[in-house]
Every structure is written in structure tokens, then in C-alpha cells.
């Protein structure tokens, strides 16, 4: 079930997230990405940007917030664009939308296969994101749109 403060931002044909969210553009940001080496950085260095642009204080969770959005890009980097062919739907979005005590990050990529989360082991080097989503956020999901693209979203806390 998707949580009020998410409304229909993963099964809405509208090409405009924040609109669909219903937060202004001051509080809605949204990035493509692929896979590539520079992924991990631009990624980090998109929501560090953003989220200085929106006064978020260093020290008030600002790397759990990069933590999940890295993670959900990871994720779809790993089990979405690497399975797809190099088109343009290679490509995965990246939105931020900041609303009510929390930033929802939210990805979308070109595969319809559900996130899986697997069993968490302290010694394991992967396999931790969905872990690490789930520990970080108040809530996270996941749906398949009619065009059979998938967002997986998460929100988390921001005083």
C-alpha cells in the first residue's frame, strides 16, 4: 500500500513527480541516471546538492537520506539497467520531494521485477540496500506502472 504522503507518485503518468506529489518545486528534485562509473558520485553529489539547496543541516540526517537514495539507485543499477539493453530506457530517475518532516526518495527504472530483500549478514558485501532502506525509513514500497516501469520509494525522517 502506497503511504498518503507518496499519493500516486509510483503509478501516475505524470512526467511531472512533484506535481503529482502535490509539493512545489522548491520542494521537488529529480536527476537521471545510468550505469556507469560515475553513477555512485553523481548520485551522492545530487542529493548532498539538493539537499543543501533545501538548508537541510549536515548533522540532521542527511547521510541516512543519501544513504537510501544511493541505495535504491544501487538497486536499480544492479538488477534493472544492467539487464536492459544500452537504449534510451537504460536510464533510471531519481526524484526527492520534501514534505512533512520527511524526503521521500523515490527511483524509477525500466524493470517491472519486484525488489527483493534478502537475508542481512554482517559479513556479506552485498545484499545490505534493502537493509539498509528498511533501518533508515519510516516506510518504503514499491509498484509497477502501466508502461511496466517500476518506482521503488522510501521516506525518510528529516526534522
Not at 113 to 123: F, G, V
Request: glycine share 6%.
Amino acid at each position: 500500500m502506497i503511504p498518503l504522503e507518496i499519493g500516486n507518485l509510483a503509478v501516475s503518468q505524470s512526467a511531472d513527480w512533484g506535481l503529482a506529489l502535490g509539493v512545489s518545486t522548491a520542494g521537488f528534485a529529480a536527476s537521471t541516471f545510468a550505469d556507469n562509473l560515475d553513477a555512485r558520485s553523481q548520485v551522492r553529489e545530487f542529493v548532498y546538492a539538493t539537499l543543501s539547496e533545501w538548508d537541510v543541516n549536515r548533522d540532521l540526517g542527511v547521510d541516512e537520506i543519501v544513504a537510501v537514495a544511493w541505495e535504491l539507485a544501487a538497486n536499480a543499477i544492479q538488477h534493472a539497467l544492467r539487464t536492459t539493453d544500452h537504449s534510451a530506457r537504460s536510464k533510471a530517475w531519481l526524484g526527492l520531494a520534501r514534505k512533512d518532516g520527511a524526503v521521500v526518495c523515490a527511483v524509477t527504472d525500466p524493470s517491472a521485477s519486484p525488489p527483493y530483500r534478502q537475508p542481512y549478514n554482517l559479513l556479506d558485501e552485498t545484499g545490505r540496500g534493502l537493509f539498509l532502506v528498511t533501518r533508515f525509513s519510516t516506510a518504503w514500497g514499491w509498484s509497477v506502472s502501466r508502461t511496466g516501469t517500476k518506482t521503488v520509494w522510501a521516506r525518510v525522517p528529516w526534522p
